[in-house]
């Protein structure tokens, strides 16, 4: 008998640890948002290069200092090729499309960073929802994305965003500490 679906899932190490904890009622929901911070972190350190965030960085910052503010279509367009696939492709694209809506400066980079993050939770909630209704039940299944899901929304991704785009500002998400006491049980 294996330990359960977590175990076989096809994805990063700290959305393993989501969909166990999820998938375990003795985790609470705080536990969950916690672990859901350096799950997206890893996806962050795994699909964004640093050249493609400081190339955005800059492109914004140069229209921050700007008296006339320009669109920045053709310089977002230009940084296709540094954004790759995945997550840093979606930061690009929410990029573009606030720009379109007069979005200005920082703001573009912060807003789609957080929308691409709060997309990849999503994303990520599915594709574990999807391997749990192979690897066990649908009852299951739906029980832990529902529980990924109220994760998400009590999560601080938006201050996750902040942090990638200024990295000075904070320190790294950690998970917390085990618990080692009878006093450091389940709370009552």
Same mark, same amino acid.
């Given at each position: ?11 990063? *190490? ?20 916690? =672990? ?9 350190? %795994? ?7 400081? !190339?955005?960085? =800059? =492109? ?25 696939? %995945? ?6 694209? #929410?990029?573009?499309?606030? !720009?379109?809506?007069?979005?200005? %400066?920082?703001?573009?980079? +912060? ?11 999503? *994303?990520?909630?599915? +594709?574990?929802?999807?391997? #749990?209704? *192979?690897? !066990? ?15 998400? !929304? ?15 500002? %904070?320190?790294? =998400? ?5 618990? +080692? ?8």
């Amino acid at each position: 008998m294996s330990d359960g679906p977590h175990r076989s899932l096809p994805m990063r *190490r700290g959305w393993k640890r989501v969909a166990e904890w999820a998938d375990n009622q003795v985790f609470e929901r705080e536990q969950i948002n916690n =672990a859901m911070i350096p799950a997206l972190q890893e996806d962050c350190r %795994g699909e964004l290069s640093p050249e493609f965030l400081s !190339s955005l960085l =800059a =492109a914004c910052r140069n229209q921050e200092g700007s008296l006339f503010k320009k669109e920045l279509g053709p310089e977002l367009e230009a940084l296709s090729s540094a954004a790759g696939y %995945g997550l840093g492709r979606m930061v690009l694209e #929410y990029a573009k499309q606030l !720009s379109a809506r007069g979005t200005t %400066g920082l703001d573009i980079a +912060q807003k789609a960073m957080t929308d691409a993050l709060t997309d990849r939770a999503a *994303r990520g909630a599915r +594709q574990v929802e999807e391997h #749990y209704c *192979r690897k !066990s039940s649908e009852k299951r299944a739906l029980k832990v994305r529902q529980r990924i899901e109220e994760a998400i !929304s009590g999560a601080d991704v938006e201050g996750l965003a902040r942090q990638i785009i200024n990295p000075k500002t %904070g320190e790294s =998400a950690r998970l917390p500490l085990k618990r +080692q006491g009878l006093d450091d049980g389940v709370k009552l």
